[in-house]
């Protein structure tokens, strides 16, 4: 009578040591997505690192979500004034680059499909919608390793999101590439859950976006400020030609000589002569350096007073991507 009494006592040890043990990647999955998505907004502020260049980049990152729609992320380049933001409230998507007093609008679902490493949200659909996402424990940190589906997930397939088990906040993203070399990290430094912003703080301040506007260079080829295409792409040549027009040189760039043919064109970015908000077809993608608007057969973005233009009806979108995010002018050749 005392064996089976202790057998069973030992018995009922051991279930009850199974039931203290390690959490269980699906229940870690529940309470993560009831924490973060269950709130009725947040705000946070985190530090971006690009590793896709001859030398890292560093981004100041600040974001506001208010559920169920509305976003504004704000994105300073660290040690300058240049900034991007975009925001989405009940008018639509809008990219505002305050240094050439230019607004755009889009009609898009950003960021459903755009998923962003500086987005816990969507940090949340990736874990779910990654049915081989796995999970380790380190120290005091839950590690995810999921497919990204960010605008670059051809060339950086790959991310860890690395989770403090207390707070069950992330502390940082690490977006990789094949070989798992890390070229992006978001490091979150303050999350706050449960703040709530009213609609007319994510209202689009025209007046204020004019009047941060500053001289910018013209971009015409002659300052060194002509950016090409870094790639490593069998077959493509190179044909450059340039006009004048009225406020600079436009340079037209064709590549081709094999199943990749696109043509990429720079101009001076004009000035906007209205306060208005110009709409745009295609939807807002983040390259690390700018926001560009992608359509099914094109790309088109502005930095540092230039306007850039790729086309192609060859290329894919990821492939549009790929070559914008290559003409960087710490990539380019």
């Not at 729609?69 to 009940?90: C, H, L």
Request: aromatic share 8%; net charge negative; glycine share 6%.
């Amino acid at each position: 009578m005392r064996s089976r009494i202790f057998v069973l006592m030992l018995v009922a040890v051991m279930v009850l040591l199974a039931a203290c043990g390690s959490p269980s990647k699906e229940d870690v999955m529940k309470k993560l997505s009831g924490k973060w998505n269950e709130a009725k907004g947040y705000e946070l502020e985190a530090t971006m690192e690009i590793k896709t260049g001859s030398e890292p980049r560093m981004y100041d990152v600040v974001v506001w979500h208010t559920k169920p729609d509305f976003y504004k992320v704000n994105v300073t380049q660290a040690g300058s004034s240049e900034s991007q933001m975009i925001v989405r409230n009940e008018e639509g998507v809008f990219v505002i680059t305050p240094s050439l007093g230019k607004t755009y609008k889009f009609q898009s679902d950003w960021p459903t499909q755009n998923s962003m490493p500086y987005l816990i949200g969507t940090l949340s659909d990736d874990i779910k919608a990654d049915k081989n996402a796995t999970m380790e424990e380190k120290d005091k940190t839950y590690i995810f390793e999921t497919a990204s589906r960010n605008n670059h997930k051809k060339v950086l397939p790959l991310q860890q999101i690395h989770i403090d088990k207390k707070t069950l906040l992330p502390k940082f993203v690490s977006v990789m590439d094949d070989n798992k070399d890390e070229k992006i990290r978001v490091t979150f430094k303050k999350i706050t859950l449960g703040v709530e912003h009213k609609a007319s703080d994510y209202q689009v301040d025209m007046e204020e976006i004019k009047s941060e506007k500053k001289p910018q260079s013209t971009g015409d080829g002659k300052t060194g400020m002509k950016y090409y295409p870094n790639l490593d792409w069998n077959g493509t040549v190179l044909e450059e030609e340039s006009v004048e027009v009225e406020n600079g040189t436009r340079t037209f760039m064709t590549y081709g000589g094999g199943d990749k043919e696109f043509v990429v064109i720079q101009e001076p970015a004009s000035a906007p002569n209205d306060l208005v908000a110009v709409s745009v077809e295609g939807d807002p993608v983040d390259l690390g350096f700018a926001v560009a608007a992608l359509t099914e057969n094109s790309i088109r973005w502005e930095q540092n007073g230039v306007a850039f233009f790729v086309a192609s009806s060859t290329l894919t979108a990821d492939e549009l991507i790929t070559v914008a995010s290559s003409m960087h002018p710490e990539n380019s050749k």
